[in-house]
């Protein structure tokens, strides 16, 4: 008898398993249809901005965001964004430009950025898409919220989204916290509820990364007719307006007691492919992390390693068994990805063949996680399309400037204790060639230096009185400007190669700059791509799966 209630509890937990499994699948699977209805019903209306001078025809200040909440062009933005009367370009994410008038904006000197409202109309006539105005009053702690905005540092024409939760519905300074991150270009960004109503505007953020402070909607309603006028008030309007009630309210109130509003994530792929790596880099030890493949060629399975290049440098090793040898097998620099193999076979990976190089299935607003070393999964969701980072972090730095036309090229600044200084490189020089390239004029000089990566040898003829030299040395790497801003001061910081990419996407997960190399999947367990670099507060950037694909395969 005791082997049958054995039997019969065992056979009832494993249901009981199976069946909480699939609820908290379905949950997740109605978080994520809620998700993108809200994005499609906000998207459209989010909004990038900057100051323009229509005479001139040319950009008058930094870049922000905003959201256009009418269909005759009404637009919210934060304050300290914009003066009133002054004209701003208004770049829609379908393309269609316009011209918008600064109107009202609150704005105390008493309390520098605080409340930070402000209101713009666009001029150009036609009807606008636009988001529909929520209730700030109506939020609800651990409520669900998406951000969609433009970050200056990315500089795209298309907005990312991060997904969050209302932190605080209302904190000392009257602002929501939320824990949407923001960074500069986000400013007066668009936060909506999970219906997909503005419920506030980006103004601030604090060092912590769930510091992210927003103008509540509530405010704008209650000025809207006194933001109409051009003019900046230093205090709160005596003109005030009055609306009603949420419609929604007693629905908010509800839905967020429920589990599909606040999903179980667990781990739903299973297989090992995540490992800490270890080599030594510039004389120091440094750890990354790789993700395993498994290939089968010819028949015979092989286990390949790719991991961040520029984050793995020589005798690299398995931190979990030292004693597995891995050989570097070929370096990407345009990608920063390497190839490595394993000595002996060990337990776990991606099916190679089974990869999909189908880029639809990159689409924001998909849940996603990142597998770790130890086993757990780091939740994010999908901030992009597909796009392209030009190379500015990551170039290759000389240390030296050739003058504007000159033809020959000839140097006409060179900055001390630099490559080209320590060279003997010196102003009024004459440019002779690069890497045995010859150089006659000087618009050749930065492009054949933007074909380089930092640590690159480089091969530098150049001629003076004295006669022809040539030189062969290492270029250094840009060095950051020193920042105090709260948004560059993320736990991790920044991946030092962060760009220069051809095709990568985003999404919101904090990974730190040494836990790049990790492998991204959806929710059902496809190979999205590796996390290749922390750009940013925001941002972490996946090199695609079809990328790593097309980098084994041809490194094989």
């Known amino acids: 008898m005791n082997n049958v209630y054995r039997s019969i509890l065992i056979a009832s937990v494993m249901m009981l398993s199976t069946w909480n499994v699939l609820a908290q699948k379905k949950q997740i699977e109605q978080f994520q249809v809620l998700i993108n209805e809200a994005v499609k019903k906000a998207y459209p209306a989010s909004v990038r901005m900057w100051g323009f001078d229509v005479q001139q025809n040319q950009r008058t200040s930094a870049q922000f965001s905003g959201v256009v909440v009418s269909a005759d062009g009404y637009i919210l933005t934060a304050a300290h964004t914009t003066v009133p009367g002054k004209n701003y370009k208004v770049f829609f994410p379908d393309g269609r430009e316009c011209i918008a008038l600064a109107l009202g904006r609150i704005d105390n000197p008493t309390t520098p950025g605080m409340p930070d409202v402000g209101m713009m109309k666009i001029l150009d006539k036609g009807s606008w898409p636009y988001a529909e105005m929520g209730y700030s009053g109506s939020l609800v702690e651990n409520e669900p919220c998406i951000s969609i905005s433009y970050p200056e540092s990315l500089n795209q024409a298309l907005p990312t989204l991060r997904l969050g939760q209302i932190a605080e519905v209302k904190n000392t300074y009257g602002f929501i916290r939320s824990t949407c991150k923001m960074e500069p270009g986000d400013s007066g960004g668009p936060l909506f509820d999970y219906y997909g ?196 972090a990551s170039q290759a730095y000389l240390g030296a400037m050739v003058m504007f036309n000159s033809q020959p090229a000839q140097f006409s600044l060179i900055k001390p204790n630099t490559p080209a200084s320590n060279a003997g490189i010196k102003v009024g020089d004459e440019l002779l060639s690069i890497n045995g390239k010859t150089i006659s004029k000087a618009s050749e000089f930065a492009p054949a230096l933007m074909k380089l990566w930092p640590d690159d040898e480089l091969t530098l003829s150049w001629k003076n009185t004295s006669g022809i030299f040539t030189k062969t040395f290492t270029l250094d790497g840009l060095t950051p400007a020193a920042s105090n801003h709260p948004a560059d001061k993320f736990e991790g910081g920044k991946s030092a190669r962060r760009d220069g990419f051809a095709s990568v996407f985003a999404h919101d997960a904090a990974i730190k700059a040494n836990e790049c190399g990790s492998p991204v999947f959806d929710q059902q367990g496809n190979f999205l791509g590796i996390n290749i670099a922390r750009f940013s507060r925001t941002c972490t950037l996946v090199m695609p799966a079809t990328v790593v694909k097309k980098f084994i395969e041809r490194s094989l």
């Open 197 to 392: 109503r503005v419920i506030g505007l980006h103004s601030a953020i604090d060092v912590a990364e769930d510091q992210n402070f927003e103008i509540p909607v509530d405010l704008y309603r209650k000025y809207w007719t006194a933001l109409q006028k051009e003019k900046t008030y230093t205090a709160f309007p005596e003109q005030q307006d009055s609306w009603k009630q949420d419609p929604l309210f007693a629905t908010i109130q509800k839905d967020n007691k429920q589990k599909r509003l606040h999903p179980f994530f667990e781990k739903l792929h299973k297989n090992s492919s995540s490992l800490l790596l270890q080599s030594t880099v510039k004389g120091k030890i440094q750890q990354v992390e790789g993700t395993l493949f498994n290939h089968n060629i010819a028949g015979v399975k092989r286990q390949f390693l790719v991991s961040k290049n520029t984050l793995l440098g020589e005798n690299p090793g398995l931190v979990s068994d030292k004693q597995n040898q891995l050989m570097v097998l070929a370096r990407d620099k345009s990608s920063d990805l390497v190839l490595l193999a394993l000595k002996q076979p060990i337990k776990g990976g991606i099916d190679f063949q089974g990869i999909t190089t189908d880029s639809s299935v990159i689409t924001m607003g998909k849940f996603i996680y990142t597998l770790n070393p130890n086993g757990t999964a780091t939740q994010s969701v999908l901030s992009s399309v597909l796009f392209s980072l030009p190379k500015i």
